[in-house]
C-alpha cells in the first residue's frame, strides 16, 4: 500500500517564505504525478495548488503567480513545494496528492499565513 509522508507547514508571516515536503513510499510506479492540492476557508473543495510529474511537466494552480516552486527528487520520490511571498489567503490545509493508476491523498498539513 503506497505511502505519503507530508511535512512542513505551519505558522508564517505575510510575505514570508514555507516549504512543504511528501515522500512516498510502498509499490510506487516509474510513471506517476505528484504534488499538492489545498482547502482554504470558505472555499468548499480543494483545489490545485501545483503538481509534478515523472516527465517533469508542471501545472500550478491559477493564484500561484509564479510565487511558488515545485521540485521532485525522483530517486527520494519525494516532491518539494517552496512557497514564497506568501498571502493571508493562503491559509488553509494543504494535501499532498499522488496519481498512477490509481490515486492517494496524505492526510493534511496546515498551514497559517498570519502576523
Known amino acids: 500500500q503506497l505511502r505519503l509522508v507530508e511535512s512542513g507547514g505551519g505558522l508564517v508571516q505575510p510575505g514570508g517564505s514555507l516549504r512543504l515536503s511528501c515522500k512516498a513510499s510502498?509499490?510506487?510506479?516509474?510513471?506517476?504525478?505528484m504534488g499538492w492540492y489545498r482547502q482554504v476557508p470558505d472555499n468548499g473543495g480543494r483545489e490545485l495548488v501545483a503538481?509534478?510529474?515523472?516527465?517533469?511537466?508542471?501545472q500550478y494552480g491559477d493564484f500561484v503567480n509564479g510565487r511558488f516552486i515545485i521540485s521532485r527528487d525522483g530517486a527520494k520520490n519525494t516532491v518539494n513545494l517552496e512557497m514564497n511571498n506568501v498571502e493571508p489567503g493562503d491559509t488553509g490545509v494543504y494535501y499532498c496528492h499522488f496519481r498512477d493508476c490509481r490515486e492517494f491523498w496524505g492526510q493534511g498539513t496546515q498551514v497559517n499565513v498570519s502576523s
Open positions: 503538481t509534478i510529474a515523472t516527465t517533469d511537466v508542471i
Open positions: 510502498g509499490g510506487i510506479s516509474l510513471v506517476y504525478v
